[in-house]
């Protein structure tokens, strides 16, 4: 047996996505390259598309009555909706945060955090779990505040942990890729903050890539950013992408500098 | 910049102050005719129980205690009671459970779960017309259809198990008629009435479990066996237990398909696999048009009995379906 060891985790590359839901064409012709190791922002107004594209990137869109989509997605250069790649075992390398909090509500914080082993079928011993549960919570940034009371359930916590359990749940099976649909959309400003801080710590290690509404954040969180605009009656596109930094201080599209200024959206 | 606060208040608050709703005509007129309606279900349900009161109390009196021990039913001298019937009504109304709700509970899984969008309403469809057959149709399919190649299986049943397993053996396993009209066979037939029952409210309940568990279990790489596992059936526990109960409920006052197949008896029945039995429903059909005096009084007695069983098995169908979690639809 070869195991390939991978040192950076991996990068996506998309090559003209498109969606339908139904004969309505949502998103056209998206092609982007999200470098490894990095936070890739995703932003624009309501109906551009960015999270059809974002459930798109671990095939949790077709799980839509009456999806449909066009091109390819590449993870380290393999298309995840290649014949042969179950769904499940894309989604185990590609995880994924909700814009509300999903915690399993009668299972404990303990549970919730090590579901995804169980939902995979990996056996793994008692200490192995303890382990993982401390590692992902710390990294999580909810170790301090739950470790007292780990047998409690998961929708016993504040809609700002719960998000956080909802990322330990995610980064437990080690995933090379974490995708966020608006994950800070229903907290307050500190639970908010405290996203962000985790987003900032676990950066290196996995790939993020987070949909956003609020475009301080992205300016905060990402080093990379795509612009999405839907036309009217028109499916959404990127305008432009490349360096966060970049594309909000000298966007090359005008459209873009109205939307990063406020002007619209 | 001003200050938004008023200057002085109206003093130290002592208690709370009185919030007087005041309804308009129409609404109040509405709520009038919409709160007589549901008065009139609860008003209709203690009718039927007091006229069954009052009807059963002169066989209840001469009987007295008896009436719930006794198990001849002989009203003419005054030898008559429900413990036959009880018995017989609990044994068929089990079978059937034991055929419905494995039966309920993999379509409702199917159904919900695992069935594509077309199939689903096919599905769906087809079931509620299974409840919409009338219950004499069964019960001639059970007994002309079901019961002579059932035959064969309780013989088996009764040869191979019944050595072991007391209950299951018949007197005489050699002919075929020890084996018809039993509590089994009626049973059965019973069972695939309330399979239609039993699944929808599984069915119901199950899928009304949260979109946001289930992909957050997706999400993490789970099968369709995962979600069901870990996010449809914790979620829809209750439902499996009410559809359970709702069946149960039902199959204790199924009647006219098991009177058409069972053999009365007026003893316990006490072996399922052999030829005759008798449950409360199917005494009353078959006896209330050759009664007379005491004897009507004594099937509203017996009536009663199974009133006050399926009002109770019900109501804790009920309980146990507010309890739950997805009883509680506002909560998600």
């Known amino acids: 047996m070869t195991t390939a060891i991978v040192e950076a985790p991996a990068a996506l590359v998309t090559e003209g996505v498109s969606a339908w839901f139904g004969a309505h064409l949502v998103l056209e012709d998206v092609s982007l390259s999200i470098p490894s190791g990095q936070v890739t922002s995703l932003i624009g107004p309501s109906g551009c598309g960015k999270s059809t594209y974002l459930r798109i990137l671990n095939r949790m869109h077709e799980l839509v009555p009456g999806a449909a989509l066009a091109g390819r997605v590449l993870l380290d250069g393999q298309d995840i909706y290649d014949a042969h790649m179950r769904p499940a075992d894309c989604r185990k390398r590609i995880g994924m945060v909700f814009q509300k909090a999903n915690p399993f509500p009668a299972m404990s914080i303990y549970d919730n955090v090590v579901a995804g082993l169980d939902l995979t079928g990996r056996k793994v011993a008692r200490s192995e779990k303890d382990a993982i549960v401390e590692r992902s919570l710390r990294r999580a940034g909810l170790w301090d505040e739950v470790n007292k009371r780990l047998a409690a359930h998961g929708g016993a916590l504040s809609g700002g942990q719960q998000q956080r359990l909802c990322i330990a749940r995610a980064l437990a099976v080690e995933p090379d890729v974490l995708l966020m649909d608006e994950p800070c959309s229903a907290l307050d400003p500190t639970s908010t903050r405290r996203v962000e801080e985790t987003i900032a710590e676990i950066a290196g290690e996995v790939t993020i890539v987070i949909v956003t509404h609020n475009m301080q954040q992205a300016a905060r969180v990402s080093q990379q950013c795509a612009f999405f605009l839907a036309g009217e009656d028109q499916p959404g596109r990127v305008v432009e992408s490349g360096a966060t930094a970049s594309l909000f201080d000298s966007p090359r599209d005008p459209r873009t500098a109205d939307y990063v200024q406020g002007r619209f959206g | ?332």
């Open chain 2, 1 to 332: 910049m001003s200050d938004l606060s008023l200057p002085g208040h109206l003093g130290p608050v002592h208690s709370p102050r009185r919030v007087v709703v005041r309804r308009s005509k129409s609404d109040r007129a509405f709520r009038g005719g919409v709160r007589a309606s549901a008065v009139s279900a609860l008003a209709i349900l203690g009718l039927i129980g007091l006229f069954l009161v009052l009807k059963a109390s002169p066989a209840l009196h001469k009987a007295g205690w008896s009436f719930l021990t006794e198990q001849r039913w002989q009203p003419g001298i005054n030898r008559f009671g429900v413990a036959a019937l009880v018995c017989g009504t609990i044994v068929v109304a089990t079978i059937a459970m034991l055929v419905a709700v494995p039966l309920a509970f993999g379509s409702a899984i199917y159904i919900s779960e695992y069935a594509p969008a077309r199939l689903r309403r096919l599905l769906i469809g087809a079931v509620d017309l299974m409840a919409a057959v009338p219950s004499v149709v069964y019960g001639l399919w059970g007994f002309f259809w079901l019961q002579p190649r059932m035959v064969g299986v309780s013989r088996w049943i009764a040869v191979h198990v019944g050595g072991a397993i007391p209950f299951l053996s018949v007197k005489d396993a050699s002919t075929p008629s020890s084996f018809t009209s039993s509590a089994f066979i009626a049973g059965m037939v019973v069972g695939v009435m309330v399979v239609p029952t039993a699944t929808s409210v599984m069915r119901e309940v199950f899928s009304q479990a949260p979109v946001g568990e289930r992909e957050g279990a997706i999400a993490l790489g789970a099968t369709t066996w995962g979600v069901v596992r870990r996010v449809v059936l914790p979620f829809g526990r209750s439902g499996v237990i009410a559809g359970t109960m709702l069946g149960f409920g039902r199959a204790l006052g199924e009647t006219i398909s098991v009177y058409m197949i069972i053999s009365p008896i007026y003893a316990m029945t006490t072996h399922p696999l052999q030829s005759g039995t008798n449950t409360i429903a199917a005494l009353i059909a078959s006896q209330y048009s050759e009664a007379t005096g005491i004897g009507i009084s004594a099937l509203f007695a017996a009536g009663l009995v199974l009133f006050c069983f399926t009002l109770l098995v019900n109501s804790l169908a009920g309980i146990v379906v507010s309890r739950s979690r997805s009883g509680a639809l506002t909560e998600i």
